[in-house]
Nanobody, 124 residues
């Protein structure tokens, strides 16, 4: 069973930065479609960014130019660098993995594995 463990969440003022990390075990991160999703209270879970097995990344329009997804194949980890944070970025952030045979998109349809989540709170 693939295990995903997030870290790096916290509270920050608007305009600040945070870096989320996801430690992956029982799977090779470069062989999966990896992604970050988020869910705010009362809202549906939404895709933030994904990176496929070829290293091609995809971003939600709301975070383009501010967030960067990356993976470290040697450490088998996934990261999300979040800059210029806004109050509307406040949410629980989840690391996700999907088999590469499925399309690597911002939809949660094909996600097979989820982390437990890490909270990000941005104050104005």
């Amino acid at each position: 069973q693939v295990q995903l463990v997030e870290s790096g969440g916290g509270s920050v003022q608007a305009g600040g930065s945070l870096r989320l990390s996801c430690a992956v075990s029982r799977a090779t991160v470069s062989n999966y479609c990896m992604g970050w999703f988020r869910q705010a209270p009362g809202k549906e879970r939404e895709g933030v960014a994904t990176i496929d097995s070829d290293g091609v990344s995809l971003y939600a329009d709301s975070v383009k130019g501010r967030f960067t997804i990356s993976r470290d194949n040697a450490k088998n980890t996934l990261s999300l660098q979040m800059n210029s944070l806004k109050p509307e970025d406040t949410a629980m952030y989840f690391c996700a993995a999907s088999l590469s045979l499925f399309p690597c998109t911002l939809s949660a349809t094909y996600v097979g594995y989820w982390g437990q989540g890490t909270q990000v709170t941005v104050s104005s």
